[in-house]
T-cell receptor, first 115, second 112 residues
Framework: DVKVTQSSRYLVKRTGEKVFLECVQD?????MFWYRQDPGLGLRLIYF???????EKGDIPEGYSVSREKKERFSLILESASTNQTSMYLC??????????????FGQGTRLTVV | SQQGEEDPQALSIQEGENATMNCSYK?????LQWYRQNSGRGLVHLIL?????REKHSGRLRVTLDTSKKSSSLLITASRAADTASYFC????????????FGTGTRLLVSP
């Protein structure tokens, strides 16, 4: 079974802290994604990556950065956490697909609270 | 934002009834996917329909795609209480690499 593992299920951080959310997948997938999920807004794409060291901005990249130094690991960084970044963060991965499209596999989510 | 819209936002039905959810999107796509999310959990893939397909079935699921109207529908037949969840459509935009953009979701409640 494909496994996408997020480092924490729940996290509480203080305003201004630098926060690292880690995601690891074990199926050699090229694509990895970070989303945030808020009530009534669905999932919004923050960043995605299609290869090691490659990254593309999603729809809401402001206040976030990412790192992909190894194929299996994709990190989301909140440079200076703010209360409006309190949310559920979801990581996903998928095969490259070659234009035919492939399903994404999701981690269990990290519920981040910034106080 | 390129995010799609789902309709209705919430749907409440009885076991045995059919549930239909609709998704509209804005851009040219390679494919459209439907996912399910149980409360507070990650998403699980249900079905993928490519841009050159019009209809697809998987068990009790039926998905249609109308690229001229930029819309899709998910039909769950003979619903069960265990189908209670949120359902999301996701579009794989035609950008050269896979960029999955999700809709706002439909909350389905199936009562016994």
């Amino acid at each position: 079974d494909v496994k996408v593992t997020q480092s924490s299920r729940y996290l509480v951080k203080r305003t201004g802290e630098k926060v690292f959310l880690e995601c690891v997948q074990d199926m050699d997938h090229e694509n990895m994604f970070w989303y945030r999920q808020d009530p009534g807004l669905g999932l919004r794409l923050i960043y995605f990556s299609y290869d090691v060291k490659m990254k593309e901005k999603g729809d809401i990249p402001e206040g976030y950065s990412v790192s992909r130094e190894k194929k299996e690991r994709f990190s989301l960084i909140l440079e200076s956490a703010s209360t409006n970044q309190t949310s559920m963060y979801l990581c996903a991965s998928s095969l490259l697909g070659g234009g035919r499209g492939t399903e994404a596999f999701f981690g269990q989510g990290t519920r981040l609270t910034v106080v | 934002s390129q995010q799609g819209e789902e309709d209705p936002q919430a749907l409440s039905i009885q076991e045995g009834e059919n549930a239909t959810m609709n998704c509209s999107y804005k851009t040219s796509i390679n494919n459209l996917q439907w996912y399910r999310q149980n409360s507070g959990r990650g998403l699980v893939h249900l079905i993928l329909i490519r841009s050159n397909e019009r209809e697809k079935h998987s068990g009790r699921l039926r998905v249609t795609l109308d690229t001229s109207k930029k819309s899709s529908s998910l039909l769950i037949t003979a619903s069960r209480a265990a189908d209670t969840a949120s359902y999301f459509c996701a579009t794989d935009e035609n950008t050269g690499f896979q960029k999955l953009v999700f809709g706002t979701g439909t909350r389905l409640l199936v009562s016994p």
